[in-house]
């Protein structure tokens, strides 16, 4: 719950500010019942020898898990990813090809894309494909298509589109590219209107989906899937914990946090000392 963005009626707000007003910023913290999920830690701890940090990253990843569930992205399928280098855009590609499907991780930012190849390319079979965006709709259209398998063109498209991308370009370019019966679903902050290709989403019975967040069975399949081997959280999975502080270095941890912008490393805050990591 964020106060500001998803307090959408009174009772909510005396949650937040009773109960929950210092949120998981605290040694002990107060949790809606229906909240909480049992995990393995027989298989998750022992088995797999994942440590409670990494467990963390899945809090990140059912974010777009449940955008990708609502278009219903089967293994093999081609999913577009644009764009791809922030924090859900970026947990956004580890989750689909965890779920089987082809990858195109598309943003302006080379650099992190290629990082991002590099991390979570190899982790699951080479599925991977990075388009650098030039802002140009056709010509990023041009460089979608020719990324998936032999040009057809891609089953789904998930945007994770911030608010300062509102006049972006991007959006109908990687609509442009999806094939007919394609899904989109739109899961980022533009507060203002984007341009959409009405009549070839009309011609290819395209469907726009709007999805906010996630339901508890997403959740159930997401710990399922890690439980299974099938999502991948530690390093094998290209994701690496860059720190951990006590709640007395929180300054520090924001200041360490700021440095990694995009999914894949995170900064976390233990309550107690002993559970702080040594990396």
Not at 16 to 25: A, H, L, Q
Not at 149 to 171: E, L, M
Not at 260 to 272: D, I, K, M, N
Request: aromatic share 8%; net charge negative.
């Amino acid at each position: 719950m964020l106060p500001g963005f998803m307090i959408l009626e009174p009772r909510a707000q005396k949650l937040m500010d009773d109960e929950w007003r210092n949120g998981s910023y605290a040694e002990y913290a107060r949790f809606p019942l229906e909240n909480l999920f049992p995990l393995s830690e027989k298989i998750l701890l022992e088995k797999m020898s994942y440590s409670v940090y990494e467990l963390n990253f899945m809090t990140t990843l059912i974010v777009p898990f449940g955008g990708l569930t609502d278009i219903d992205v089967k293994p093999g399928e081609t999913v577009i990813v644009a764009p791809a280098t922030g924090l859900f855009g970026g947990s956004a590609v580890p989750m689909a090809l965890a779920m089987g499907a082809r990858v195109i991780a598309a943003g302006r930012n080379k650099e992190r894309l290629e990082s991002m190849k590099n991390n979570f390319g190899t982790a699951y079979g080479d599925r991977l494909d990075i388009v650098t965006l030039v802002g140009d709709v056709a010509k990023d259209a041009e460089a979608l298509r020719k990324a998936t398998p032999d040009g057809q063109g891609a089953d789904a498209y998930v945007d994770f589109s911030p608010p300062a991308a509102a006049g972006s370009t991007h959006i109908k370019s990687c609509i442009m590219v999806l094939k007919n019966g394609g899904r989109a679903t739109f899961m980022g902050g533009i507060h203002g209107d984007v341009s959409i290709p009405y009549f070839l989403v009309m011609a290819k019975s395209i469907r726009i989906h709007g999805k906010l967040m996630y339901d508890r069975a997403t959740v159930v399949r997401l710990i399922g899937m890690a439980e299974a081997g099938l999502l991948k959280l530690g390093k094998e999975g290209g994701l690496k914990v860059a720190g951990s502080y006590g709640l007395d270095e929180i300054e520090t941890a924001l200041e360490v946090a700021a440095k990694y912008p995009e999914f894949g490393r995170a900064v976390f805050l233990a309550p107690w000392t002993d559970l702080l990591c040594n990396l």
